[in-house]
Structure formats: C-alpha cells, structure tokens
C-alpha cells in the first residue's frame, strides 16, 4: 500500500526517532512512504526559508500524494499547522486516518481532533517502542484490499 506518512517538520522535530521507527516498520511490512525523503531525515528542510512559489509547489505536490495514497499515518507529537491541513484533506479524500501520539504525553492535554473526530475511517492511539507495530498492524489489516 501507498502511505502518506506526516510528521512535524518546521514545528520540532523531538519525536523523529518515532517517526523513522514508523516508517522502518511500515516498510518491513512491504507498504511504500510516498513522503519518505520529505518527513525522515530532513534536518536541512526545518532550517532553510523557502520562496512562496516553492512553498506552493509543496502544497500542491503533497495535496496529490495525499489525494493518491492508500492510507494517511501522522506522527503528531509535536503540533503541527502542516499536519492539521494534511489531516482534514485526507478526510476530504476519503482516506484512513491514524494519528498517532508517543506514549510519554498521554497525561498532557491534546486537540479534540485527534480522538474527538466523528469521520469513520479515524483511529488515533498513544505509542510507544513496545506498541507501535501492533498498533500499525491493527490499522493496516482493517483497510487491506
């Protein structure tokens, strides 16, 4: 399967590791990161400013991969402007959602719209090293075609 996999990139990126162990597994498991060289290991991409054509040009070259993935996984540990947009365009595309927050912020306050969305095709789980395989597993198998 194709999946769109976010992650805070301009925001912070505290949680990359999580991110790369995300998409480690997710392509152990046989599925393509259509977003791979753009969320994991973009060190230079948070430090440069980038041209407004340039910057449209970002937007509309993820709007099609998001538009043409199987499955939309975001990262969302760290907030994320880039992320909510993403998030309610898959929505728009009819696509499966699972946001996905580390284990070690469950006792901090978080946005409604990663456990209070009401679209069908949503899932949101805490994960840690322990969990997040079986977390994605669990996800993929209740969409493979």
Known sequence: ????LAGSIVAGREFENGIKVISNILEEMGHTIVTKDNVVNNNDKTKSKKLLSVRKYIVKRDLKWIKNCDLFIAEVSVYSHGIGYEHRCAEEFKKPILMLRHSSLSKDTYSAFLDGSGYSKFSFSFYDSGNIKKVLE????KYER
Do not use: A, G, L, P
């Open 1 to 4: 399967m194709k999946i769109y």
């Open 138 to 141: 669990r996800f993929i198998k």
